[in-house]
């Protein structure tokens, strides 16, 4: 009872509360998101290079931006950067929602908007990642985190499903509506988050000086670089191989059905972790981290070697646990070992890491899958994921990163 009492704790924090809250509901309309505006597109365009041209809008800018939201987001208070940005998302994606309802939207206009909020969501997801420590006192960090995993992971399990059934039933425009209705909910309910200005040691430093001095920490802390790398690779390999060749076998061997009760087994995985690590301190977080998600590589081996239904279902829901076991220990050692003042440009240079490889991947593994072989590659694909996990431990820094001692409240 004790236990349940302490993973709950971060609840009675008004600010977390209220910032779990918002996140909750803008995460429900995010989970619903990219189901309706497929759709939504299609309905103006039926070709698959319109819907790219549209993703490619969303994704162009967020990578090009995410360094300088990292800045901004280290110099002006994160809940208000995180209010603006609620609700200038819930304006564009109105404006979509809004077009496509009354049927006068055209691919050059969803275009546009699509760039608009990408260059928003760059700004902003520096804020949404390092807020956390503002939010709740260093004990609970873990509490809090894995209580927002938690709810992130079962709105993964439902949402898609709510906007399929929104497009099917009143289309697709208002299921865009939703989403731009949870962004205003979520931006008004951040207006009760209430943190004091950070202190800045770098005031009147540029814009550049503060990239830089954001660049010397990252490339001067060694567990970060050599994570952030190994990523960039692993999520080229992820988005390539699972998530762009895995439903092509999938559909010539067990079924598009059998692909989406993968998928749901890997976000029931995650929810499984979670309910661990509710209960339990991890330490050494990077080391378990990785030794946890290496096992997102033995699908992708069993895809191409042997692909049958149960198998496959059961390694699903092991890589979603280790997934989500790597996802908490990243997040720990993040909010634990970096200054409070630069931590959002430390996730700016992570994530720009991780954006990159993604793309990278979705394109380069249809030529390889037709040069080697679909199976062929998903195998060797598997072994080399697995094994550049592994791999991140040789280094010490890594290995045996610790986390902060439980009695430690506040960053220094």
């Known amino acids: 009872?004790?236990?349940?009492?302490?993973?709950?704790?971060?609840?009675?924090?008004?600010?977390?509360?209220?910032?779990?809250?918002?996140?909750?509901?803008?995460?429900?309309?995010?989970?619903?998101?990219?189901?309706?505006?497929?759709?939504?597109?299609?309905?103006?365009?039926?070709?698959?290079?319109?819907?790219?041209?549209?993703?490619a809008a969303n994704s162009v800018p967020l990578v090009l931006f995410l360094l300088f939201g990292g800045v901004i987001a280290d110099r002006l208070p994160?809940?208000?950067?995180?209010?603006?940005?609620?609700?200038?998302?819930?304006?564009t994606q109105g404006m979509v929602a809004t077009l496509v309802i009354t049927d006068t939207a055209e691919l050059w206009m969803l275009i546009v908007l699509e760039a608009l909020n990408g260059l928003t969501l760059a700004l902003v997801f520096p804020a949404f990642a390092a807020i956390m420590p503002q939010l709740v006192p260093r004990g609970m960090l873990?509490?809090?985190?894995?209580?927002?995993?938690?709810?992130r992971g079962a709105l993964r399990v439902v949402g898609p499903s709510i906007a399929a059934l929104l497009v099917v039933t009143v289309g697709p425009g208002w299921a865009l509506a939703a989403d731009a209705l949870t962004f205003l909910v979520a931006g008004l309910l951040l207006l009760l988050v209430s943190l004091p200005r950070p202190v800045r040691d770098g005031?009147?430093?540029?814009?550049?000086?503060?990239?830089?001095?954001?660049?010397?920490?990252?490339?001067?802390?060694?567990?970060?670089?050599?994570?952030?790398?190994?990523?960039?690779?692993?999520?080229?390999?992820?988005?390539?191989?699972?998530n762009t060749l895995g439903p092509v076998v999938a559909k010539d061997t067990i079924g598009e059905q059998g692909w989406g009760y993968i998928l749901s087994a890997e976000s029931l995985g995650l929810l499984a972790m979670t309910?661990?690590?509710?209960?339990?301190?991890?330490?050494?977080?990077?080391f378990f981290g990785m030794l946890g998600i290496a096992t997102a590589g033995f699908?992708?081996?069993?895809?191409?070697?042997n692909p049958?239904?149960?198998?496959?279902?059961?390694l699903a829901f092991i890589a979603g646990a280790g997934i989500e076991l790597f996802s908490l220990g990243w997040t720990l050692a993040m909010q634990e070992n970096i200054e409070e003042r630069m931590l959002s440009r430390a996730y700016?240079?992570?994530?720009?890491?991780?954006?990159?490889?993604?793309?990278?991947?979705?394109?380069?593994?249809?030529?390889?899958?037709?040069?080697?072989?679909?199976?062929?590659?998903?195998?060797?694909?598997?072994?080399?994921?697995?094994?550049?996990?592994?791999?991140?431990?040789?280094s010490a820094s890594v290995r045996n990163l610790q986390r902060a001692p439980a009695e430690v409240a506040a960053h220094s």
């Open 1 to 55: 009872m004790a236990g349940e009492t302490a993973a709950f704790a971060p609840m009675r924090v008004p600010n977390f509360r209220w910032y779990f809250l918002s996140s909750f509901i803008n995460m429900a309309g995010s989970t619903m998101a990219p189901v309706a505006l497929a759709f939504a597109v299609l309905e103006v365009s039926d070709s698959p290079s319109a819907l790219g041209a549209v993703l």
């Open 78 to 91: 994160r809940v208000l950067i995180l209010r603006v940005g609620s609700l200038v998302l819930a304006a």
């Open 142 to 151: 873990q509490s809090a985190n894995v209580l927002q995993s938690m709810s």
């Open 203 to 242: 005031d009147g430093q540029s814009t550049f000086a503060e990239l830089r001095e954001g660049w010397s920490l990252f490339v001067g802390t060694t567990w970060l670089w050599v994570i952030v790398l190994a990523f960039g690779v692993l999520n080229a390999i992820h988005s390539g191989a699972f």
């Open 275 to 286: 309910a661990v690590m509710l209960r339990r301190r991890l330490e050494r977080p990077l």
């Open 299 to 305: 699908p992708m081996v069993l895809f191409g070697a």
């Open 308 to 314: 049958e239904l149960l198998p496959l279902v059961v």
């Open 348 to 394: 700016s240079y992570d994530a720009l890491g991780s954006f990159i490889a993604m793309p990278i991947g979705q394109l380069a593994y249809g030529p390889l899958a037709l040069a080697f072989g679909f199976r062929d590659v998903l195998i060797v694909s598997g072994i080399a994921y697995t094994a550049i996990c592994l791999l991140t431990l040789v």
